[in-house]
């Protein structure tokens, strides 16, 4: 496995958790990295994507002011900060990146080469 989801865990609603998405064999630099989940029973679908060839960024309409996705260069790391969740975020989540991508980061998971093993992120009280 080239890239390593972390972070989840168990949070109240309306807490915080920070997804770190690593790649052990290559560098991120020249990747364009997304963040999908999948929840029991439905599709998995792309929560936020940040572009390596312009910096743009893309979150789905139920997370945006929520979820933040950043990159940490000098750590190989990209980061999902997830601020007020809610028991509907309750999902495994995986990170995925492509090589190369031009242009806006694509939402189509098909578009993503290398996917890492999902982390479960609960949400409960």
């Known amino acids: 496995v080239q890239l390593q989801a972390s972070g989840g865990g168990l949070v109240q609603p309306g807490g915080s958790l920070r997804l770190s998405c690593t790649a052990s064999k290559f560098t991120l630099d020249y990747n364009t990295v997304g963040w999908f989940r999948q929840a029991p029973g439905k599709e998995r679908e792309g929560v936020s994507c940040i572009s390596s060839s312009d910096g743009s960024t893309y979150y789905a309409r139920s997370v945006k002011g929520r979820f933040a996705i950043s990159r940490d260069i000098a750590k190989n790391t990209v980061y999902l900060q997830m601020n007020s969740l809610k028991p509907v975020d309750a999902a495994v989540y995986y990170c995925?990146?492509?090589?190369?991508?031009?242009?806006?980061?694509?939402?189509?998971?098909?578009?993503?080469?290398?996917w890492g093993q999902g982390t479960l992120v609960t949400v409960s009280s």
């Open positions: 995925a990146a492509v090589k190369n991508w031009f242009g806006s980061c694509p939402t189509n998971r098909y578009d993503y080469t290398n």
